[in-house]
């Protein structure tokens, strides 16, 4: 069996939804100090507090395949869904929606979560919505294996 699906490699050769959001909602960048990989999600926002859509997104990645892959497949599964979805996908979903990762790139999908949570506690932040803070406890450092 190949190592990576055809998913995978469709959103790495063909990411969706790069480039930047220049007046973003919310913006968040996150890292894996192991790899070095950097991910940023911008989120555009509409709609009343606790009604709110994601109505685009965008990303930057520099990383590696999967990363790109997971990127991609994350913003795809945010685009115009509400931001309450956005919050709590998983790096699980983002992985099962690739078909599958490598277990040792696992880790890769994870970045995708957190970046997207990164951008809606930015959002959160700047128009002073109140949010429990357990929603963004910051878990163990995925292990990177490169
Ligand atoms: Fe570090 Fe993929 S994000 S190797």
Not at 44 to 52: A, D, R, S, T
Not at 83 to 100: F, H
Request: charged share 25%; with cysteine.
């Amino acid at each position: 069996m190949a190592l990576y699906s055809e998913k995978v490699m469709d959103h790495f050769r063909n990411p969706r939804n790069v480039g930047v959001i220049e007046d973003a909602d919310g913006v968040g960048e996150v890292g894996n100090a192991k790899c070095g990989d950097i991910m940023k999600i911008y989120l555009k926002i509409e709609g009343e507090p606790g009604h709110e859509i994601v109505t685009d997104v965008k990303f930057e990645t520099f990383g590696c395949g999967s990363a790109i892959a997971s990127s991609s497949m994350a913003t795809e599964l945010i685009m115009g869904k509400p931001l309450s979805e956005a919050l709590t996908l998983t790096n699980r979903a983002v992985t099962e929606a690739l078909d599958g990762l490598p277990a040792h790139k696992l880790h890769c999908s994870v970045l995708a979560e957190e970046a997207i949570k990164a951008a809606v506690k930015d959002y959160f932040d700047r128009n002073g919505i109140a949010y429990d803070p357990e929603l963004f406890k910051e878990g163990p450092e995925p292990s990177c294996a490169v």
